[in-house]
């Protein structure tokens, strides 16, 4: 399901995933004003926009990372496992350099955050269609800057990152639950890891380290 293959004309396939359906719309707009772009699908979250790329056909992914249920991060890594290897390209409010590393990590290819000029956008979308991996100019110079790894960058799997960031956010075991489809016993087993791998005892721990280390918007 790669923009690779042949097509009558040469315009490329994208789909939007964002919680908020009036900025998917200006999305929309934005990039159908170019000639060969198409917007052919738009969802509200992670799960919708999978289980439609099991059966279609696509060239470009735009997704955020912060969305109801799976959030971006545990979709991204179920695309990659499914062998699916369109390009993914994330565009996020986040522009913390652990967030942009983890995205990368597990199969992003480009990562635009959202108060990027709206053309950073559209070369993004074809620069990632061509293969090229992309990051935003307020983005590119922390991510490729090696430091010192953190905690929670050093030993946190992606699955345990969205969780201790959804944590770190106040949302409760049930909450996290219900949002990732896993039981409640998985979710306390995963906080019980996540407070042993970061040295982050209680919730208001969490909150302040991820405040600190740009994980979450406050």
Known sequence: MSGNRDRVEDVLRIAIAD???VVRSGYRRLLEME???QVIAEFADGEAAYQWLLHNALDVLIMDISMPGRGGLETIRRIRARGLFLPVLVFSMHDGQDIVRQCLQIGATGYVTKSSPPEA???AVKQVAQGQQVLSEDVAQTAQTTSQETPHDKNLSPRE???FRLL???KDVADIARR???SE???FNYQTAIRQKTGLNTILDMHRYASS???IVT
């Open 185 to 187: 016993k998985t979710v």
């Open 161 to 163: 990152f969205e969780i």
């Open 213 to 215: 280390q740009r994980l």
């Open 121 to 123: 956008l559209v070369a």
């Open 180 to 182: 990732l489809s896993l």
């Open 35 to 37: 000639p060969n772009l």
């Open 168 to 170: 770190a956010q106040g």
């Open 19 to 21: 919680d908020h359906a």
